[in-house]
């Protein structure tokens, strides 16, 4: 079936090194994606997405890259800090009825970052 | 902040019983999505409520039902509790993009 996966379990850094979360999709006609962050004790965390118009797109720190053709998408974190310990997810958003989407997320993958 | 609160924050229940959680926003959105995140797993998709009424549902039986209210507040109850619905379980509202979360309600069932 169609799901949303994430290559990495677990990714460890050491601080001020760059960061990059991969993630894969199975379904083509996904048109927009949100990658979230999650701590421990929290729900997750927009973190930037991205439409399916579009190969990249840049925050403060973060870039996402999509890949149409391999339908796969990373996360970029610049100069990782110990703050950005987290569960980062991905999710693949599917359009419902009033505008709305509903994500489906992956497994996550467990970044820790040490100082 | 999202803004978003949930109750409780944690309970402990005992197979066979019935669970009702809460959910609150501040924002005003008017779509709401429950999501049960199992320990080491990503959030799975409930149900959405968009102006009271079911939007869409995930993989879930009957026992799992919800209501919206007029004021966009919600409650997810489960009914015959099993020991497999022990997790976290996430309300999020907004349903355009982003979605923001509350930081959820731990059901243990024993």
């Known amino acids: 079936g169609e799901s949303v996966g994430l290559h990495l379990p677990t990714l460890s850094v050491q601080e001020g090194d760059n960061s990059i979360i991969n993630c894969a999709y199975s379904?083509?006609?996904?048109?927009?994606f949100i990658w979230y962050k999650q701590e421990s004790g929290k729900g997750p965390q927009f973190i930037i997405d991205?439409?399916?118009?579009?190969d990249k797109r840049q925050g403060q720190r973060v870039t996402v890259l999509l890949n149409k053709t391999v339908k796969h998408l990373s996360l970029q974190i610049a100069a990782t800090q110990p703050g950005d310990s987290a569960v980062y997810f991905c999710a693949e958003n599917i359009s419902a009825s009033g505008g709305s989407y509903i994500p489906t997320f992956g497994r996550g993958t467990s970044l820790i970052v040490h100082p | 902040e999202t803004g978003v609160t949930q109750s409780p924050t944690h309970l402990i229940k005992t197979r066979g019983q019935q669970v009702t959680l809460r959910c609150s926003s501040q924002?005003?959105?008017?779509?709401v999505s429950w999501y049960q995140q199992a320990l080491g797993q990503g959030p799975q998709f409930i149900f959405q409520?968009?102006?009271?009424?079911?939007?869409g549902r995930g993989n879930f039986p009957p026992r799992f039902s919800g209501l919206q209210f007029p004021n966009y507040s919600s409650e997810l109850n489960v009914n015959a509790l099993e020991l497999d619905d022990s997790a976290l379980y996430l309300c999020a509202t907004g349903g355009a993009g982003e979605l923001f979360f509350g930081e959820g309600s731990r059901l243990t069932v024993l």
């Open positions: 924002s005003g959105h008017n779509t």
């Open positions: 409520y968009y102006r009271e009424e079911e939007n």
């Open positions: 991205i439409r399916s118009n579009m």
């Open positions: 379904n083509s006609a996904s048109d927009y």
